[in-house]
């Protein structure tokens, strides 16, 4: 009940591809879906969250859309770089402080210049 | 944004002896804090939940006498490695969420910790 299933394992794009990154849960209690960005030898960063009252949230060339009905969320990176060339994780938890987040397997992201 | 800085970004170590790793949250109040352990191209594994002022939660599978969590203040938890072994070696992450609910449920990470047990 508490999975995050995450695919691809690894995704290749060409500079200006918009990799898509698909994310599953299981918990209907999640009402929190961060996505982070991890470069090797670095803690994740959080890149963009969203909670379940909306279907898309875009912040920069960054865009969640979620679909609650399927429990599925996904990532899409507008206009791609090799700087975004790292590690994306999904994630998902209950609001509140204490509570643990869940996070998927993780997608390896290689933007060829 | 919210800094977390962790120390010592790595530490070579000879096998039975115990590192200590150091998180603290710069500009907020860490109610809360996570420490988690990653293998190479694997995701983040939660160890523990730490709060301020009470013992830490462990995950299943994870030894409490084996590493020891201490969060001592709001804005410092250690994590340490007790005798450790080649096994233990790994990246270890902690990451803080402010519990006032001014940042929300926003998780700051740390740069993360290279343990190489010899």
């Known amino acids: 009940q508490q999975q995050v299933k995450q695919s691809p394992q690894s995704l290749i794009v060409q500079k200006g591809g918009i990799p898509i990154i698909n994310c599953a849960y299981e918990?209907?209690?999640?009402?929190?879906f961060p996505w982070y960005q991890q470069f090797p030898g670095k803690g994740p960063a959080l890149l963009i969250a969203?909670?379940?009252?909306?279907s898309e949230k875009k912040e920069g060339r960054f865009t969640i859309s979620f679909n609650k009905s399927a429990k599925q969320f996904s990532l899409h990176i507008m206009d791609s770089q090799p700087g975004d060339s790292a590690t994306y994780f999904c994630?998902?938890?209950?609001?509140?402080?204490?509570?643990?987040?869940?996070f998927g397997t993780g997608t390896k992201l290689q933007v060829i210049p | 944004g919210a800094v977390v800085s962790q120390h010592p970004s790595r530490v070579i170590c000879k096998s039975g002896t115990s590192v200590k790793i150091e998180c603290r949250s710069l500009?907020?109040?860490?109610?809360?804090m996570f420490w988690y352990r990653q293998f190479p191209k694997q995701s983040l594994m939660l160890m523990a939940t730490?709060?301020?002022?009470?013992?830490?939660?462990?995950e299943q599978g994870v030894e409490k006498d084996k590493f020891l969590i201490n969060h001592a203040s709001l804005t410092l938890s250690t994590l340490t490695v007790t005798s450790a072994h080649p096994e233990d070696s790994s990246f270890y992450i902690c990451?803080?969420?402010?519990?006032?609910?001014?940042?929300?449920?926003?998780?700051?990470f740390g740069s993360g910790t290279q343990l190489s047990v010899l």
């Open positions: 990451s803080a969420r402010e519990g006032r609910g001014l940042i929300g449920e926003k998780l700051f």
């Open positions: 994630a998902a938890s209950r609001a509140g402080g204490y509570q643990k987040v869940t």
């Open positions: 918990n209907t209690a999640f009402d929190y």
């Open positions: 969203i909670r379940p009252d909306v």
């Open positions: 500009d907020f109040q860490a109610t809360t």
């Open positions: 730490s709060n301020e002022g009470s013992k830490a939660t462990y």
